[in-house]
Structures are given as C-alpha cells and as structure tokens.
T-cell receptor
Framework: KNQVEQSPQSLIILEGKNCTLQ??????????LRWYKQDTGRGPVSLTI?????NTKSNGRYTATLDADTKQSSLHITASQLSDSASYIC?????????????FGRGTQLTVWP | EADIYQTPRYLVIGTGKKITLECSQT?????MYWYQQDPGMELHLIHY???????EKGDLSSESTVSRIRTEHFPLTLESARPSHTSQYLC?????????????FGEGSWLTVV
C-alpha cells in the first residue's frame, strides 16, 4: 500500500531556531515529492518540488532533501519566524497513471514561539 | 500566486439542505480536483476532472457530485447535506511544469452541517 508518513506529528520551537521535518514514503513508482505549507484555515501552498534525480532544493529559508534510495525526504527550516507556524505537508506523486496520483502525509504542525 | 478561488469560505447549513461549493481558476488548467480534509488529517481526493465534460470519482467515497461545463469552473454539489459532511473542502488545479504537475490549491470552503 502506498503511504506517506511524516514526523514529528507536531513541533514547537523558539523563534530564530532551526528545525527539520521528516517524510518517509513507500509510493512506487515514484515521480516527484512536494512539500506544502498550509496555514490554519487556508489552502496548501507549494514550497518545493523534487524529482528522482534531485537531492536538494532550496526556497529561501526552506531546504528540502530527497534520498530516493531510502525513500526519505526532509524539510529544513532555517532561522524560524513566527509566520512559519503552519502545517507542513509532504505529498508524493506516482507515475503509474496519467493523473499522477498524489499521496498526502498528515502533516507536521509547527508552532514557532517568540 | 495561484489564481484559484473558492466560495463560500465558510458555510453553516441545516441538515437536508442542498449546497453548491463554487471553484474557479483563471490559469486555463485542464485538470481540477476536489479534496476533503478533516482537521489534523490528510487530504483525500473525492473528485477530479481532466477537462470539460470529464469528471471522475476519487479515492474517498463521497455523496457529492461535480460538473465541468467550462474549463475554469468546477462546482461541487451536495443534494442533501448531513452532519457527516462537515469538513473542509479544497479545490485545486494543475498544469504540467518542468518537474511534473504542480497543484495549486484554493483557500478552502469550511462546511458545517447542523
């Protein structure tokens, strides 16, 4: 069964600190992996998208890594800000159909305290 | 920034009422989706469309129906709402890019059935 597991489920850090969120997946055949940020009561917004051949990709203070061999990805947030408080969702797409079926993790709820 | 719009954002209705959640996108995307998301849980695909006059049911069984008469419009209808339909409904659209299909989400419609 294709699955996407994220850890931790929730995380509290102080403003200015760094943190790393984890995503493990079993989706096969793999097409790409996305990290989304979802503010409370809003729709998810794409942060990064990575294909099989990409190991790391940055978007400002967000850096995503991908190890396609171990089927693991991480999202590292540097110098956290209060506005980083949100749910971070890992989404993996397969390439077994024209739709490119998406598999969603449950998200990591990040809270940044001042 | 994604040009995909959902209305209403928040709705409280009585059991048995008929409701339609509107979704429009101005990006000319062929693929559109409806997801259902309960608080703290992952997104579940309930409907999708490849283009005009194309609609398919998603992974999660839903009593809702959709239509796709125009490319930019993908409304979702519940003929007789029940409390079990209380949830957040997210509309999305996608188009191919260099890394695959990037999904753009609307802000979501929060439905409460009392």
């Amino acid at each position: 069964k294709n699955q996407v597991e994220q850890s931790p489920q929730s995380l509290i850090i102080l403003e200015g600190k760094n943190c790393t969120l984890q995503c493990n997946y079993t989706v096969s055949p793999f097409s790409n992996l996305r990290w989304y940020k979802q503010d409370t009561g809003r729709g998810p917004v794409s942060l990064t998208i990575m294909t099989f051949s990409e190991n790391t990709k940055s978007n400002g203070r967000y850096t995503a890594t991908l190890d396609a061999d171990t089927k693991q990805s991480s999202l590292h947030i540097t110098a956290s800000q209060l506005s980083d408080s949100a749910s971070y969702i890992c989404v993996v797409s397969d390439r077994g159909s024209t739709l490119g079926r998406l598999y969603f993790g449950r998200g990591t709820q990040l809270t940044v305290w001042p | 920034e994604a040009d995909i719009y959902q209305t209403p954002r928040y709705l409280v209705i009585g059991t048995g009422k008929k409701i339609t959640l509107e979704c429009s996108q101005t990006m000319g995307h062929d693929k559109m989706y409806w997801y259902q998301q309960d608080p703290g849980m992952e997104l579940h695909l309930i409907h999708y469309s490849y283009g005009v006059n194309s609609t398919e049911k998603g992974d999660l069984s839903s009593e809702s129906t959709v239509s796709r008469i125009r490319t930019e419009h993908f409304p979702l209808t519940l003929e007789s709402a029940r409390p079990s339909h209380t949830s957040q409904y997210l509309c999305a659209s996608s188009a191919p890019d260099g890394s695959g299909n990037t999904i753009y989400f609307g802000e979501g419609s929060w439905l409460t059935v009392v």
